[in-house]
């Protein structure tokens, strides 16, 4: 198991930018792949995106691609989001979350066993 705190969550304008971080301890965090989800009230626990274990491969979902950028960093056990253009719709809790999910289940939440407690990021229009 690994612990994860994220932070870098607020409140912006449209077409602003935030950067989120996600810290991990007590496991060994190479062995995981990494991803971010978020979740607006009333709605579902929503895919944003992936990264392997080893760095080399990302995921996005369609609504984030081209705008969102999720990077790790092994030797400081950390992941990070970079989110440009942000637009309201993007306003959600943003999770972190860690696991070993097979290739075609990389965008299910129950493939994922250790979460953080999540950050709000909001963004007014």
């Known amino acids: 198991q690994v612990q994860l705190v994220e932070s870098g969550g607020g409140r912006v304008q449209a077409g602003d930018s935030l950067r989120l971080s996600c810290a991990a301890s007590g496991g060994t965090f190479r062995n995981y792949d990494m991803a971010w989800f978020r979740q607006a009230p009333g709605k579902e626990r929503d895919f944003v995106a992936a990264?392997?274990?080893?760095?080399?491969?990302?995921y996005y979902s369609d609504s984030v691609k081209g705008r969102f950028t999720i990077s790790r960093d092994n030797a400081r056990t950390t992941i990070h989001l970079q989110m440009n253009n942000l637009r309201p719709e993007d306003t959600a809790v943003y999770y972190c979350?860690?696991?070993?999910?097979?290739?075609?289940?990389?965008?299910?939440?129950?493939?994922?066993?250790?979460w953080g407690q999540g950050t709000q990021v909001t963004v007014s229009s």
């Open positions: 990264i392997r274990r080893s760095g080399g491969h990302t």
């Open positions: 979350a860690g696991g070993t999910p097979i290739l075609s289940a990389l965008r299910r939440s129950d493939m994922y066993t250790n």
